[in-house]
């Protein structure tokens, strides 16, 4: 056996090597998805700067929470604008998460909401901020704030990253909104198609041939 040192692999060129130039190294969709992007909505970059933005914003209206801000997730979207937004605020904070189930069609929700996974924890006289991927409807919201609130929080808001222009169906109060986006279906960032999608570092639309199959 040679005790000369192992050859360096060389580094898998992965599409997500396309740099932006900080952070994380941008993907490119087409490459990543091949062809499957029609349109990139928001930037990796203006994710970056908005979450920094609402950080500020969160960080300076829990100046003296005494337990740590609760940040309560909904699996599996909300996840990386969660722990993005964990690691950008400058307090505390716990992280919890809950997976709903809403009936219906697949790329829209009827109201109807099943828990499939609970909280781990009381969330009694708890300073909670709901950390949303995307309001819609607004009828997974809707419900889930009602659901929280029975459980005696101290205070309860909501911080989502996207909001529909069509988030009207229900009227339920959001206090951080990262973008208003337009009426169509997108994906990246957290948000899937079918499961696919989801470690996007960007959003986007699809290419009307991925849902015709
Ligand atoms: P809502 O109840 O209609 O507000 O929708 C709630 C959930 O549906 C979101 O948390 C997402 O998981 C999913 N959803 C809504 N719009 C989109 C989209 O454009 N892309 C991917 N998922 C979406
Ligand atoms: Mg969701």
């Known amino acids: 056996m040679s005790d ?11 599409s997500r090597e396309t740099a932006d130039g900080e952070g994380y190294p941008a993907v490119d969709g087409t490459e990543l998805y091949a062809g499957d992007i029609a349109k990139v909505q928001v930037t990796q970059a203006q994710i970056r700067a908005k979450i ?3 950080a500020e914003k ?4 829990y100046p003296d929470v005494r337990s740590d801000l609760l940040l309560v997730g909904v699996l599996k979207g909300a996840v990386m604008f969660m722990t993005d937004l964990a690691r950008a605020l400058t307090i505390p904070v716990q992280l919890e998460f809950m997976a709903v189930s809403s009936y219906g069609s697949a790329t829209s929700s009827s109201g109807v909401v099943r828990i499939l996974k609970d909280l781990d924890r009381d969330i ?7 950390v949303e991927d995307i309001i819609d409807s ?3 919201l809707s419900w889930l ?3 929280l609130a029975t459980r005696n929080p101290a205070s309860l808001e909501v911080c989502t990253l996207l909001r529909k222009a069509d988030a009207v169906k229900v009227d339920v109060p959001v ?3 990262g973008f208003d986006i337009p009426n169509e ?3 990246g960032y957290g948000l899937d198609y079918a499961e696919r999608y989801r470690d996007l570092p960007y959003i986007g639309t699809l290419h009307p041939k991925v849902y015709t199959g």
Do not use: M, Q
Request: zero cysteines; proline letters at 8%; aromatic letters at 6%.
């Open 4 to 14: 000369s040192p192992r050859p360096t692999r060389p580094t898998k060129l992965l």
């Open 52 to 54: 920094t933005e609402l």
């Open 58 to 61: 969160v960080a300076a209206d």
């Open 124 to 130: 009694e006289g708890r300073h909670v901020l709901i």
């Open 138 to 140: 607004g009828l997974t």
């Open 145 to 147: 704030l009602k659901n």
């Open 175 to 177: 206090r951080y909104v």
């Open 185 to 187: 279906f997108v994906v």
